[in-house]
């Protein structure tokens, strides 16, 4: 897309004067209109022969009808329909031929002049809106041509193109701002020096001890930690103080004392306090107010390409038919539904009330997705950590961060070496491509490293119809799974209970009775026994065939998403991820490739348990995922 006004740049197949050719032709129209409409008016010797949609009356209706009738406003629903309206409607042709012309009073014919010259005068403002939208399509055609400015190229020195040229800047502007409505930037250089600089004064004046690490702007994926020191492996490389920590005690203390009792008195769940405070910390920034984490805020992206900046149109279109649709939509669902309660009660308690709209908090959750930490050794107690959230993902990486009694401190230990100038990775989770997408906005772009992460849910359940479901699903319960149930298939791995599960699913009792279903049950989940061939072979054919129907489901093929991927090869570097905010279609079509990789190959494979393993001992994992990209 670009910024042109859409008026100026209609598609053009004979040369640039032909997207003017619409506007010619309205303007010609119209201008042909207001002399006809004038024309006629003047010379007419009857000023009602202009009365041209006013339906034919007979004499008898006009004399008993009052002035101001149905002939005058023939089309107005605020008009009154007479008996003489209806009784006209019911005579018959020959009779209204015979009574002739209609009779008209020199009032209604003055009244039917003045609405034709109203006519005239609204098709001559008409006329002059056409004339001026032509000029301004000359002028930028003129630009467009020359390569030059348009004040030089079109009007020389002359200063009065200046307000055209202004008026068509603005335009412009606004055409931007209907099409498009985004959260208000608080900065057009979110990654400037000044920006930098600020943010690291602020953190060693809240107390940041001296860091092996420095930030820097490290390309698509923003803000990074680079070694400014050499780092060992198990070296403590980032470290971030309690006094730091913005957690849901912290917030409290912070925001507003109304706020914060709202907040306590209603219980609100971590995540909508967490939001509340940024929009807070947002509006106060924003109002040049006093604000103690004003240079936080400023380094905060703007988009982080997580779903929930996607709308459910692009999900339904990008993600149609794979297992992670269904929890896109859930992440909006929940999102929405917290964003219409603070949109509805933090106005009425918050100094900063039109600040809560949907953007401003819809950027708000998109930052937690994308940021904040459930510190497992500190209760569980979500936070964001400002210093540490710099941190980027790498999924060769298995540490994480965390709350260090001994330290005091949230930190990152350094898995491996780290040379000086060397950006320093952490692990978020030995999570897919698919989930990366959803809750942080980009895609591993090197399928070797991710392989082992790669993982597709399948879901099994009990037939409702199964004579026996309802021992079925007591029968699992009882061993600890649902029904319906996620089974996360893997390139290299086996889902526990996968096959155990399928066996229940398929199960028919010989001699129809519960303890059939419950020995089995028993026999699969608690002795690990094996079942008879046939009926082994019964759940393998299942998992295949649900398999097969998720592939299907997919929306195209598995080449059309090599051909949304093949133009980039030579326009990215081999180390960038991919970035939903630089390109959803892309990231979205390495989803479905490598989850249909997992599922196909399973299906293929599953049927035969002896070339299960075999196939899976000499299978190298980089060799699935068949997209350009392979370093």
């Known amino acids: 897309m670009t910024d042109q006004d859409p008026l100026l740049s209609w598609p053009s197949a004979q040369g640039p004067d032909s997207c003017l050719s619409l506007r010619q032709g309205l303007l010609a129209a119209t201008a042909a209109l207001v002399c006809m409409g004038a024309t006629l008016w003047a010379t007419s010797p009857n000023p009602n022969a202009l009365a041209l949609w006013a339906p034919t009356t007979s004499r008898a209706a006009v004399r008993a009808a009052p002035v101001l009738s149905v002939r005058t406003f023939p089309h107005s629903a605020a008009a009154p329909r007479s008996a003489a309206h209806y009784a006209e409607r019911a005579a018959t042709p020959a009779q209204r031929q015979e009574e002739g012309p209609p009779v008209v009073s020199g009032q209604e014919g003055v009244q039917t002049k003045t609405m034709w010259a109203g006519l005239v005068l609204i098709a001559a403002s008409f006329t002059a809106w056409l004339w001026h939208q032509q000029q301004r399509a000359r002028l930028a055609l003129c630009s467009a041509a020359s390569g030059g400015p348009l004040l030089e190229v079109c009007l020389g020195d002359r200063a009065a193109a200046a307000p055209q040229v202004h008026m068509l800047s603005v335009f412009k502007k606004s055409l931007r701002e209907l099409k498009e409505k985004k959260r208000k930037p608080l900065t057009d250089d979110p990654y400037g020096d000044e920006i930098r600089k600020n943010f690291l004064d602020w953190l060693q004046d809240e107390g940041l001890p001296d860091q092996p690490v420095t930030l820097k702007y490290v390309g698509k994926a923003g803000w990074g930690l680079v070694a400014n020191e050499r780092i060992n492996s198990g070296d403590v490389a980032c470290k971030v103080p309690e006094q730091l920590l913005i957690t849901r005690d912290r917030v409290l203390k912070e925001v507003d004392p109304i706020v914060a009792e709202f907040i306590t008195i209603n219980k609100l769940p971590d995540y909508w306090v967490l939001a509340t405070f940024l929009v807070e910390m947002f509006a106060a920034t924003d109002l040049e107010e006093e604000c103690k984490y004003k240079h936080y805020i400023l380094s905060l992206p703007r988009e982080t390409g997580s779903v929930l900046e996607w709308g459910r149109s692009a999900i339904g279109d990008l993600l149609k038919g794979s297992p992670v649709e269904g929890t896109a939509y859930e992440m909006n669902n929940d999102v929405n539904d917290a964003i219409q309660f603070l949109m509805k009660q933090m106005p009425t308690v918050s100094p900063c009330p039109k600040y809560y709209t949907p953007e401003n908090l819809r950027w708000a959750f998109a930052i937690l997705f994308s940021r904040v930490i459930r510190l497992t050794s500190k209760d569980g107690t979500l936070a964001l950590i400002p210093w540490a959230d710099m941190l980027n993902h790498a999924p060769t990486v298995r540490r994480y961060l965390d709350w260090e009694q001994d330290e005091g401190a949230v930190c990152f230990r350094a898995d491996r070496s780290y040379n000086v100038g060397e950006e320093v990775f952490v692990s978020y989770g030995p999570r897919s491509s698919g989930e990366l997408l959803l809750s942080y906005g980009f895609v591993p772009r090197n399928r070797k490293l991710q392989a082992g992460n790669e993982k597709v849910g399948l879901s099994l359940q009990v037939n409702p119809n199964d004579a026996f479901a309802g021992v079925k699903t007591r029968c699992l319960l009882q061993?600890?799974?649902?029904?319906?149930?996620?089974?996360?298939?893997?390139?290299?791995?086996?889902?526990?209970?996968?096959?155990?599960?399928?066996?229940?699913?398929?199960?028919?009792?010989?001699?129809?009775?519960?303890?059939?279903?419950?020995?089995?049950?028993?026999?699969?989940?608690?002795?690990?026994?094996?079942?008879?061939?046939?009926?082994?072979?019964?759940?393998?054919?299942?998992?295949?065939?649900?398999?097969?129907?998720?592939?299907?489901?997919?929306?195209?093929?598995?080449?059309?998403?090599?051909?949304i991927l093949a133009p980039k090869v030579k326009k990215v570097i081999a180390t960038d991820d991919f970035m939903a905010q630089d390109n959803k279609p892309a990231a979205a079509a390495v989803v479905r490739l490598r989850e249909r990789a997992i599922l196909k190959k399973t299906g293929d494979t599953i049927e035969f348990p002896a070339d299960w393993l075999t196939n899976i001992l000499n299978t190298d994992p980089t060799t699935i995922f068949k997209n350009p990209f392979a370093k």
């Open 479 to 563: 061993h600890g799974y649902t029904t319906p149930h996620i089974f996360p298939l893997q390139l290299n791995s086996f889902p526990q209970g996968l096959l155990e599960y399928a066996t229940i699913l398929v199960y028919q009792p010989e001699k129809e009775t519960e303890q059939e279903v419950e020995a089995l049950a028993e026999k699969l989940f608690e002795r690990k026994g094996k079942v008879e061939e046939a009926l082994d072979l019964r759940a393998r054919r299942l998992v295949k065939r649900e398999c097969y129907n998720v592939l299907k489901r997919y929306r195209g093929t598995a080449e059309e998403d090599k051909e």
